[in-house]
C-alpha cells in the first residue's frame, strides 16, 4: 500500500471534544514531541521581522489594558478554543480509530492539553536519539553536542486524566493498510521524525521497514512493511503554493502564497486515512501578506498580487484547507487533526530574565501556569476558533492545541545544536544572542 513519492519541483478538539480514548491521547501525545523546534528559516525570519511581528501579539479579547481593564489570561484563551457555539451544522458520524463510544458521558471527558509537566526518569526518554536513523540533522541535539539530557526526561500529565503508556504495536496495528500523513513546516518534520522513532521500535528487523525520501526533498515516506502501513511528511509550509515550497533551498523574505492554490499541494495527500496538518510560523513576517491572485509568471507585476492582514492571510488558507478535507476525505473512515502554533521563546524579558537573550542555554521550563510569552499571536488562536466554530464547524477536524503547553518549555529547544544554515560565528556559539533557537 506504500505510496509513491511525489515528485514536484518546485487547542483540544473544536469539532468534537477531546476525551480519554487510549488510542486517542497516546496519538495527541505523540503529536505533542518536538512540537518546539522550528528548524531552517526561524534566525533570519525573527531577525528581520521579529519587532514588526511582535506588535500583533496581544489580547484579542475586547479587554484594553491601556483602559485599565485586564486582559484575559491564557488560560481563557485555551477556554475559549474549547468553546463551541456554532451557526453551521455539525457533523454528528463517528470518528475512525477512536475507541470511545459515541454517547460516553460528557462529564468523563478530559482535555489532553491542560495540564502540567511532570518528571519521569523510569520511562523517559521513549527513544534514543542515537537509536534513531530517522531524525533530521537539524534535531540532532546530541549528536551536535547538547551538554544537557534532562529535557527529555519531562512527560504532559493532564489535570484531569492519565494518559496511557506508548505502546508501538497498537498504533501500528490502527494503522495497518492505511496511510498517516503530516503536512506542513519544520514542526511537522519533527512530529513525523518522533512518531516513525517511536513506531520503529516496534519493528526491530530493519528489513521490514524502509525509510524514503523524494529527490526534491518535499515527501519522504516510512513504510513498516508487515503491517502494509506508511508514516509521511510532506513539506508545505503554507498548505497553499507559494515561493517557498523548495523543501531544501527556502529562504525567503518577501513570501508570497497564491489563492487557491490548495490542490497544488493536496494533489500529493489524496487517498490519505490519517492526516496532521500545521501552519504558522512562516505567516510571521510582519503586519500583512502578500497574496498572488494569479499565476507565478505575474508575480512580478505589482498589479497581480495584494497585501491582506496575516490573520485575513491565514484565515484564507485554513478555509481552503478545510474545503480539500470537504471534498476530499471520508469522515467515516478517516481523521484529521490541526496542531497549533509553537513558541519560540526569542524573548527573555518574556519569562522575567534580563533582555536581549533567547533559549540559548536555557535547562529549566517555565513554572507559571498562566504564562503567555510575546511569541503566540492569540489573534491567530482566534482566528482559527471563529472558523471552526462557523463555516467550519462540520468538518470533524481534532485541534491539538499544543501552545500553551508549549510555552512553558523554553528548555526543549535545539538552540545552536543543530545543523545550521550558515555555520555560526566563535562569538555567536559563546554568547548566541541572536535567533538560535
Avoid at 249 to 268: D, K, L, N, T
Wanted: hydrophobic share 35%; proline share 5%; net charge negative.
Amino acid at each position: 500500500m506504500k505510496a509513491p513519492l511525489s515528485t514536484s519541483s518546485t487547542c483540544t478538539s473544536v469539532a468534537k471534544k477531546a476525551r480519554s480514548s487510549p488510542l486517542l491521547l497516546v496519538l495527541a501525545l505523540f503529536l505533542l514531541c518536538f512540537s518546539f523546534l522550528y528548524g531552517e528559516d526561524l534566525k533570519e525570519l525573527l531577525a528581520r521581522h521579529g519587532e514588526e511581528a511582535s506588535r500583533l501579539i496581544a489580547n484579542t479579547y475586547s479587554n484594553n489594558i491601556e483602559s485599565g481593564q485586564s486582559t484575559a489570561p491564557p488560560s481563557e484563551v485555551a477556554e475559549t478554543m474549547m468553546t463551541t457555539t456554532t451557526t453551521k451544522r455539525k457533523w454528528k458520524g463517528r470518528l475512525a480509530f477512536a475507541l470511545n463510544d459515541e454517547d460516553e458521558d460528557e462529564d468523563e471527558a478530559c482535555d489532553v492539553f491542560s495540564g502540567s509537566w511532570v518528571r519521569d526518569d523510569a520511562e523517559h526518554p521513549l527513544y534514543r536519539e542515537e537509536a534513531c536513523p530517522y531524525i533530521h540533522p537539524q534535531l540532532t541535539c546530541q549528536a551536535r553536542g547538547r551538554p544537557d539530557t534532562a529535557y527529555q526526561r519531562w512527560r504532559w500529565q493532564p489535570h484531569d486524566c492519565t494518559l496511557p503508556a506508548f505502546d508501538a504495536v497498537r498504533i501500528l496495528e490502527a494503522l495497518r493498510g492505511k496511510r498517516m500523513l503530516y503536512v506542513g513546516d519544520s514542526l511537522g518534520r519533527g512530529q513525523f521524525a518522533s512518531m516513525v522513532c517511536l513506531l520503529q521500535s516496534a519493528i526491530p528487523d530493519a528489513g521490514a521497514r524502509s525509510f524514503e525520501m523524494s529527490a526534491d526533498q518535499q515527501h519522504t515516506v516510512f513504510t513498516a512493511r508487515e503491517y502494509n502501513a506508511t508514516v509521511e511528511f510532506y513539506w508545505a509550509p503554507f498548505l497553499l503554493e507559494s515561493n517557498s515550497d523548495n523543501a531544501a533551498v527556502h529562504r525567503i523574505s518577501e513570501r508570497m502564497v497564491r489563492r487557491g492554490s490548495i490542490g497544488y499541494h493536496g494533489r500529493h495527500w489524496e487517498g490519505v486515512d490519517v492526516i496532521v496538518f500545521n501552519t504558522y510560523l512562516w505567516w510571521c513576517t510582519g503586519l500583512r501578506f502578500r497574496i498572488l491572485n494569479g499565476p507565478w509568471e505575474d508575480a512580478g507585476k505589482e498589479k497581480a498580487w495584494e497585501w491582506m492582514s496575516t490573520e485575513e492571510a491565514y484565515g484564507m488558507a485554513f478555509r481552503d484547507m478545510l474545503q480539500w478535507v470537504r471534498d476530499n476525505m471520508d469522515f467515516n473512515t478517516t481523521r484529521v487533526f490541526f496542531t497549533s502554533m509553537s513558541p519560540t521563546h526569542q524573548k527573555s524579558q518574556d519569562w522575567g530574565d534580563a533582555p536581549g537573550h533567547n533559549c540559548y542555554n536555557e535547562t529549566t521550563m517555565i513554572g507559571d501556569p498562566g504564562y503567555w510569552g510575546s511569541d503566540g499571536r492569540r489573534s491567530v488562536m482566534r482566528m482559527i476558533r471563529e472558523i471552526l466554530d462557523g463555516d467550519g464547524a462540520d468538518v470533524p477536524l481534532t485541534f491539538l492545541n499544543i501552545t500553551q503547553l508549549s510555552m512553558y518549555r523554553k528548555d526543549a529547544h535545539t538552540s545552536i545544536y543543530k545543523k545550521q544554515w550558515s555555520q555560526p560565528t566563535a562569538a555567536q556559539l559563546a554568547d548566541p544572542k541572536t535567533p538560535l533557537c
